[in-house]
């Protein structure tokens, strides 16, 4: 039976963990070079309307690791690009792939896809959250040592997607998160809502850094401006300037404290070169356990786990 993974919220903490140990055994199995063809014969679609260097090859990689044929969709050659309706786009994939892999705008472009359609679906990113990057996320951080049901991350930017899901992750797994936004430039409230009713632990939203990183085992940035509000950006830099992941903010977390970055990376603004230099090994593994989770996430999803 085939699952959608649109949100963090579609999943329990015991699936997360599966998908997760999954993932350490994936990694494992690539390294090894055994061969994993559970997905013989499937065609899974990649329909990305913003642009993508990890999340988008790392899913093809996989698909195509897995034995599966990757599609890539651009919207721009397609009837979508012109006015064809979601809902019908959806219908008609569903006669001839086996799954798809949807970056959109908004949340509600993906969630209109699914109800439409009997593939499962999985989320590569909208306005308002990146699960499949958050899990990829929990898998290194898990990798550098600590305890994903036990330990504080800091999140330190713009109150972004990226943000939103780590609301929702920490509520489900039980971790602390404490996120650092300018004022006005705050996650999703319905999610900063329903996580810290569903939450046994710490879920804080404040306007100064130096306490998000307090105690912090993991010290996680993003950039200042999302795709989509490239519009919005003038005067945000000066705003999020106090938000800069730099030498002095990483001297106020834990001492063997590691830096993440889901990348793109703006070197100069939402982290400093040295910062970015010191945790560079860190930081592109993060990147590259993208391809073990997804894989991961497409074997949840199509009911292999
Ligand atoms: N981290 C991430 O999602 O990168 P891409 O935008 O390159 O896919
Ligand atoms: N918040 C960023 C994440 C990129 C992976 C964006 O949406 O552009």
Redesign the pocket.
Known sequence: MGKNLLSIFDLSKDELKSIIKRAHELKKEKKEGTENTNFKGKSIGLLFEK??????ISFEVAINDLGANAIYLNPRDMQLGRGETIADTAKVLSRYLDGVIIRTYGQERIDEFAVSSSLPVINA?TDLG?PT?IIADLFSIEENGFNIENFKLAFIGDGNNIANSFIAAAAIMGFDLSVAVPKGFEPNSDIIKKSQKLANSKIEITNDPKIAVKNADVIYTDVWVSMGQENESNGKLNVFEPFQVNSDLVSHANNDAVVLH???AHEGEEITKDIFDRFEKVIFEQAEN?LHAGKAVLEYCFGLF
């Open positions: 642009l993508s260097t990890r999340t988008r990113l990146h990057q889901c990348l793109p993208k």
